[in-house]
């Protein structure tokens, strides 16, 4: 609960809501931080003015703009050219490039955000079968993605649990390399020629997200399993993913914003769009897990479902990302944020 407050509850100013009501809400910015509302353009940029009456010391800087640059090779040549001053996901192959350069320099850390694959158990019934899960697990060789098209920037995953949250169990370790043991689990399961999958991906939601996919793809491939890349626009595939109508396994990345396990805890619950795998008494573990106010049981109890998780091949973990930033030298007290969320009025830019 402590964290849910901090995390997502905004107190708001009782006068408007009294005068203006929820829409009201929903059309005017309100608060009372560091920055004032200026401008927005839709997928393009949202300005803010320092506000000189905050509560603490004003803003170092006058004008704060966020800019939206989906392109990475863009965002990294208006970094260059002194257009923008933070740039965030900084693709693994260009960070050498920035750390050598006059004008720049990358900081990172580990993040909030893991990288997996669901799995689609309630629609492919290959998919069903806990040995053929596992095979996927044996099948992709998380090692090289991440040295090979991170540049050796995450951690291999034995969940989906973020490994810097409260409740994470950093003792599940992830599924080894062993190619011959995934052929072997889908002989056992009764498919010994493999079988056909897709594999779906938004494009730039998550840092080299479709190029990760692709790798999937060709390891698997390998183990007989007769694989189909979809990568789709990013909002096009999540509300496809959250409506259940995809057919295959889904690169999907979980941030736990609460610092928390109880995020992750949720992809397992039935009534979470993001679910795939249902399991009543997995059910029960996890909503009475939830329901435990001492933190020390709940974790114990998280220990547990993680190893089921891990056990029973529900998702095919991946990577935990790094939260990778470009910084312009002239910057001064920015501070890399391992939930991605900025806290910029101590920065300062020299000229």
């Given at each position: 609960m402590p964290n849910n407050l901090a995390a997502f509850v905004n107190v708001i100013s009782k006068k408007f809501y009294d005068e203006n009501g929820s829409?009201?809400?929903?059309?005017?910015?309100?608060?009372?931080?560091?920055?004032?509302?200026?401008?927005?353009?839709?997928?393009?940029?949202?300005?803010?003015?320092?506000?000189?009456?905050?509560?603490?010391?004003?803003?170092?800087?006058?004008?704060?703009?966020?800019?939206?640059?989906?392109?990475?090779?863009?965002?990294?040549?208006?970094?260059?050219?002194?257009?923008?001053?933070?740039?965030?996901?900084?693709?693994?192959?260009?960070?050498?490039?920035?750390?050598?350069?006059?004008?720049?320099?990358?900081?990172?850390?580990?993040?909030?955000?893991?990288?997996?694959m669901i799995i689609d158990t309630l629609k492919i019934p290959q998919l069903k079968d806990r040995r053929v899960r596992q095979a996927l697990n044996f099948g992709v060789d998380k090692e090289a993605i991440v040295k090979g098209i991170l540049?050796?920037?995450?951690?291999?995953?034995?969940?989906?649990?973020?490994?810097?949250?409260?409740?994470?169990?950093?003792?599940?370790?992830?599924?080894?390399?062993?190619?011959q043991k995934a052929k072997d689990l889908l002989k056992e399961a009764g498919y010994p020629n493999g079988f056909s999958l897709n594999l779906y991906s938004p494009n730039g939601r998550y840092l080299m997200d479709k190029e990760v996919t692709l790798a999937v793809a060709d390891q698997l491939s390998k183990v007989g399993i007769k694989t189909n890349v979809q990568v789709m626009e990013s909002n096009t595939y999540l509300k496809e993913l959250s409506a259940h109508n995809l057919e295959g396994i889904y690169l999907i990345g979980i941030a736990s914003r609460t610092y928390d396990v109880n995020y992750s805890l949720n992809q397992l619950n039935p009534n979470f769009v993001l679910c795939y795998y249902q399991d009543k008494e997995l059910e029960e573990m996890v909503n009475k897990t939830k329901a435990t106010m001492d933190s020390t049981k709940r974790y114990n109890s998280a220990y547990k479902i993680q190893k089921i998780v891990h056990d029973e091949a529900i998702f095919l973990p991946l990577y935990n990302e790094m939260g990778i930033y470009g910084v312009s030298k002239k910057v001064k007290g920015f501070e890399a944020p391992v939930d991605e969320m900025m806290q910029l009025w101590n920065v300062s830019v020299t000229e």
């Amino acid at each position: 609960m402590p964290n849910n407050l901090a995390a997502f509850v905004n107190v708001i100013s009782k006068k408007f809501y009294d005068e203006n009501g929820s829409e009201g809400l929903k059309n005017q910015a309100i608060g009372t931080g560091p920055f004032k509302f200026v401008s927005w353009r839709r997928n393009d940029r949202l300005v803010l003015e320092a506000n000189n009456e905050w509560y603490a010391s004003p803003p170092k800087v006058k004008t704060l703009m966020f800019r939206i640059i989906p392109e990475m090779g863009a965002r990294v040549a208006e970094l260059q050219a002194g257009g923008v001053h933070i740039i965030f996901d900084v693709p693994p192959f260009m960070v050498s490039q920035l750390k050598k350069g006059e004008d720049t320099d990358v900081l990172s850390v580990p993040s909030l955000r893991t990288i997996y694959m669901i799995i689609d158990t309630l629609k492919i019934p290959q998919l069903k079968d806990r040995r053929v899960r596992q095979a996927l697990n044996f099948g992709v060789d998380k090692e090289a993605i991440v040295k090979g098209i991170l540049n050796g920037m995450g951690t291999p995953l034995g969940t989906h649990v973020p490994l810097l949250v409260g409740g994470a169990d950093p003792s599940i370790k992830p599924y080894p390399y062993d190619p011959q043991k995934a052929k072997d689990l889908l002989k056992e399961a009764g498919y010994p020629n493999g079988f056909s999958l897709n594999l779906y991906s938004p494009n730039g939601r998550y840092l080299m997200d479709k190029e990760v996919t692709l790798a999937v793809a060709d390891q698997l491939s390998k183990v007989g399993i007769k694989t189909n890349v979809q990568v789709m626009e990013s909002n096009t595939y999540l509300k496809e993913l959250s409506a259940h109508n995809l057919e295959g396994i889904y690169l999907i990345g979980i941030a736990s914003r609460t610092y928390d396990v109880n995020y992750s805890l949720n992809q397992l619950n039935p009534n979470f769009v993001l679910c795939y795998y249902q399991d009543k008494e997995l059910e029960e573990m996890v909503n009475k897990t939830k329901a435990t106010m001492d933190s020390t049981k709940r974790y114990n109890s998280a220990y547990k479902i993680q190893k089921i998780v891990h056990d029973e091949a529900i998702f095919l973990p991946l990577y935990n990302e790094m939260g990778i930033y470009g910084v312009s030298k002239k910057v001064k007290g920015f501070e890399a944020p391992v939930d991605e969320m900025m806290q910029l009025w101590n920065v300062s830019v020299t000229e």
